[in-house]
């Protein structure tokens, strides 16, 4: 495994490297280093005391610690039947361990046999999909299966719902007392509706740490127990988390990834009128990692009121996409389009394989000149090329580059996310940790199912206008 940093280079964002609409003079990042400062002491501060708990998730050697010791009792009482764990969340709940499973297991981690894997398959139960839950009841066997519920509160509709139907699924298979035995419930420490039925069914439980919202929580139980049971490193993970903390410590604008990210981000949505941002890896293993970045920067900034109570509609709009694919689907917006985006190309020095292209159809121009090289060289020279058409476009260009995909790097990639979209709030001047927005669906979701207590947001869905029949075709 290579230990080393990842390394961020803004080379093609500044305009006397790439002269164009969309880019910024180095004077102008300067222009922030006071500010900088300024949000750093603050942040710095509010750590100190307690109230930014993620900044301290590397190194929670007690939840470390249960987390090994809940698997390790889980696989002991399973034994050799243990073949799956099926994780039950949604949002925060499940993106990161859905990013980390992805990252760091065998592509197709499921279908290797299990003596070669040497860990139970892994799936999550996300949305509330009435085909895909059955699939599940499908491909699942009762008696071979922990079930990982993950919710804060337990009232979240969609996790708990999946829950409920899977609970009835095992239950009428191997019975409730055999079912006790393969719940691990990730919660709340003291309250909740699912810290509850932990504690009346004497299920295994994990905490999820006070004060980390789900979007921050990659790093806690609730990543680290479905990404231990799979045969993750988490101990590894958590070393480069650390590793990116050491430099996120520092105040100097240009020797912050973090906070020189969150700035150039704000810089060019503020003045250059960016209010897009691209993630690109050329990975198909870091492909979910786009999906966990887009709830981060979504949730944590798309603000309608600032910290005083101004209406300010915040936020980038962050945006998915996988190289080399989406070349053949995004890349011609993304050029000729209009100056509203910045590009994130995230790259791998070293992947896990290394496949040489073979020679046959020579004689063909389509094909000929590709025998002999190999399948990595040729991922680098499409990244490359995407680099070099984007600038000569004038786009302003991002590139994150790790020496290889490991949990070394992949700890370092979360860190760096969380704190950068920190501290952009305080740019903004918005709270990044909350999810206003999110919440109203949920009460307006509670209403319409006759959820106790909220009557009012029932009265408010039927007494919404009617609508006209003239403007359905």
């Known amino acids: 495994m290579i230990k080393k940093p990842i390394i961020y280079d803004y080379n093609y964002v500044l305009s006397e490297k790439n002269p164009g609409p969309a880019t910024v003079k180095i004077e102008e990042l300067e222009s922030y280093s006071n500010k900088t400062r300024e949000i750093h002491k603050q942040l710095m501060?509010?750590?100190?005391?307690?109230?930014?708990?993620?900044?301290?998730?590397?190194?929670?050697?007690?939840?470390?610690?249960?987390?090994?010791?809940?698997?390790?009792d889980v696989k002991k009482s399973m034994g050799e039947k243990l073949e799956n764990i099926l994780v039950?969340?949604?949002?925060?709940?499940s993106l990161g361990g859905i990013a980390l499973t992805k990252s760091l297991l065998h592509p197709f981690h499921n279908l290797v046999p299990q003596e070669i894997r040497k860990a139970p398959r892994i799936f999550f139960a996300e949305n509330i999909d009435a085909d895909e839950v059955k699939g599940l009841f499908d491909v699942i066997d009762p008696e071979k299966t922990v079930v990982n519920i993950i919710s804060k509160s337990g009232n979240t509709a969609e996790p708990m719902a999946n829950f409920l139907l899977i609970y009835k699924f095992m239950k009428e298979k191997i019975g409730e007392d055999s079912l006790k035995n393969q719940i691990v419930a990730t919660t709340d420490t003291q309250k909740g509706t699912l810290r509850k039925i932990a504690d009346d069914l004497g299920l295994r439980s994990l905490p999820i740490p006070e004060g980390v919202g789900g979007r921050f929580s990659v790093l806690t139980p609730v990543g680290l127990f479905p990404a231990y049971m799979a045969g993750i490193d988490i101990d590894t993970l958590l070393e480069g988390a650390a590793l990116m903390d050491k430099r996120c410590k520092n105040e100097d604008l240009f020797k912050?990834?973090?906070?020189?990210?969150?700035?150039?981000?704000?810089?060019?949505h503020r003045t250059r009128n960016i209010n897009m941002a691209v993630l690109m890896p050329y990975s198909q293993a870091l492909s979910q990692v786009s999906d966990w970045y887009r709830q981060l920067l979504a949730e944590s900034l798309g603000k309608k009121f600032s910290l005083s109570g101004e209406i300010v509609y915040a936020g980038q709009t962050p945006i998915k996409a996988?190289?080399?694919i989406d070349q053949h689907s995004q890349i011609q917006l993304y050029r000729e389009g209009p100056f509203d985006k910045v590009f994130t190309i995230i790259?791998?020095?070293?992947?896990?394989?290394?496949?040489?292209?073979?020679?046959?159809?020579?004689?063909?121009?389509?094909?000929?000149?590709?025998?002999?090289?190999?399948?990595?060289?040729?991922?680098?020279?499409?990244?490359?090329?995407?680099?070099?058409?984007?600038?000569?476009?004038?786009?302003?260009v991002i590139e994150i580059d790790l020496p290889e995909i490991n949990p070394?790097?992949?700890?370092?990639?979360?860190?760096?996310?969380?704190?950068?979209?920190?501290?952009?709030?305080?740019?903004?001047?918005?709270?990044?940790?909350?999810?206003?927005?999110?919440?109203?669906?949920k009460q307006y979701t509670y209403g319409m199912l006759g959820r106790k207590g909220f009557e009012k947001m029932r009265?408010?869905?039927?007494?919404?206008?009617?609508?006209?029949?003239?403007?359905?075709?």
């Open 256 to 268: 912050n990834p973090a906070y020189l990210n969150a700035v150039i981000h704000f810089h060019l």
């Open 459 to 473: 009265e408010e869905i039927n007494n919404f206008p009617a609508k006209s029949k003239d403007y359905i075709l």
């Open 408 to 441: 070394y790097t992949v700890g370092q990639i979360f860190y760096m996310y969380e704190v950068q979209t920190v501290f952009a709030g305080y740019l903004y001047n918005v709270n990044s940790l909350d999810q206003p927005g999110v919440e109203a669906g």
């Open 322 to 324: 996988v190289g080399a």
């Open 45 to 72: 501060e509010k750590r100190e005391i307690g109230s930014l708990p993620f900044y301290d998730l590397p190194y929670r050697k007690k939840d470390i610690s249960l987390v090994k010791e809940v698997a390790e």
């Open 88 to 93: 039950v969340g949604i949002g925060g709940s």
């Open 347 to 396: 790259g791998v020095e070293n992947f896990r394989n290394f496949l040489n292209i073979p020679s046959f159809f020579d004689s063909y121009d389509g094909t000929g000149y590709l025998g002999g090289h190999t399948l990595n060289e040729l991922m680098e020279a499409e990244r490359k090329a995407t680099i070099l058409a984007l600038i000569k476009s004038q786009r302003p």
